[in-house]
């Protein structure tokens, strides 16, 4: 079982960034593509980015291509978002998520709150 802890977010101005991270504990997370998700109130749970267990692949959501980063450190067992020309539509909760599947996420955090004030 794989425990994920989220923090890093707030309330910041658009185009302002932000750096979220996740970190892991009680499994193997070297072994787990991770991703990012946000939920915004009233709206579903929509996908951000994806890492593979390596870093060596990463996918994103056209909304946050060449705006938002996902990276991670094995070594710490992170993994991290980096926000930048943030939007007000980019507030949400964000949670990181570990992939036990293709495409199926089992292990969830909390989640942060990220706020963009317009």
């Known amino acids: 079982q794989v425990q994920l802890v989220e923090s890093g977010g707030g309330l910041v101005q658009a185009g302002g960034s932000l750096r979220l991270s996740c970190v892991a504990s009680?499994?193997?997370?070297?072994?787990?593509?991770m991703g990012w998700f946000r939920q915004a109130p009233g709206k579903e749970r929509d996908f951000v980015a994806r890492?593979?267990?390596?870093?060596?692949?990463?996918r994103y959501a056209d909304s946050v291509k060449g705006r938002f980063t996902i990276s991670r450190d094995n070594a710490k067992n992170t993994v991290y978002l980096q926000m930048n020309s943030l939007k007000p539509e980019d507030t949400a909760v964000y949670y990181c998520?570990?992939?036990?599947?293709?495409?199926?996420?089992?292990?969830w955090g909390q989640g942060t709150q990220v706020t963009v004030s317009s």
């Open positions: 009680g499994g193997t997370f070297r072994k787990l593509a």
């Open positions: 998520a570990g992939e036990t599947a293709p495409n199926r996420y089992d292990y």
């Open positions: 890492i593979s267990s390596a870093g060596l692949f990463t």
